[in-house]
């Protein structure tokens, strides 16, 4: 698998009455993609922002974006993200009865399909997805708020989804999200993660440039 080290801070943990300077900051640290964070209120218990904001943040950027839907049915919401300028679109393999449909449906859009899994989601639940999805990611907190640790058995399962991508000839990014810092992305990266979502450990410091950097410098060390 290419190892492709990418750096995706999250606007979840941003301060949305100044998203601009935030989307400044993440160009300035050199970040590779910008993640947004869509919740509902139903699949988890909370409510960030929508398909305008993300249009917003696409205008305000050449960075593409990663948004990751943690919503009810996203299939129902594809087409919106895709007009508002959406690069990847990340769905759970929890939130929809039919994510071979709505991969597939991604793609026709012309953006990048990923697939998520929660923590306590087995490996396994991808097992006849394989190809139908260009990225996965893991979660490595249970998904709805900022600011968690990283549940430490979750790098298992990141160990086994890397392993099983190559043995299967799938050169896809296995993407980790949640309680990524300086002293979690080492191990993640070990464990088989190419990509890593970062809010609060970016946004929740007084410089996130410089603390995009110091990601980059923990990973690649």
Known sequence: ????????????????????GAIAAAERGGADTLHCDVMDGHFVPNITFGAVVVAAVHARTTLPLDV?????????WLEDFHAAGARVITIHAEGTRHPQRALAEIRRLGCRSGLALNPAT??????YLWGEFDEVLLMTVNPGFGGQRLLPAVLDKVAAVSAAANTRGFAVPVVVDGGVDAATIQAAAAHGATAFVAGSAVFG????????RQLRAAVSA
Do not use: G, Y
């Open 1 to 20: 698998m290419t190892v492709l080290r990418e750096i995706r801070p999250s606007l979840l943990a941003a301060d949305f009455a100044d998203l601009a």
């Open 68 to 76: 990751h839907l943690m919503v009810d049915e996203p299939e129902r």
């Open 122 to 127: 087995p490996p396994d639940a991808l097992d």
């Open 205 to 212: 410091t007084k410089d996130p440039a410089a603390a995009i």
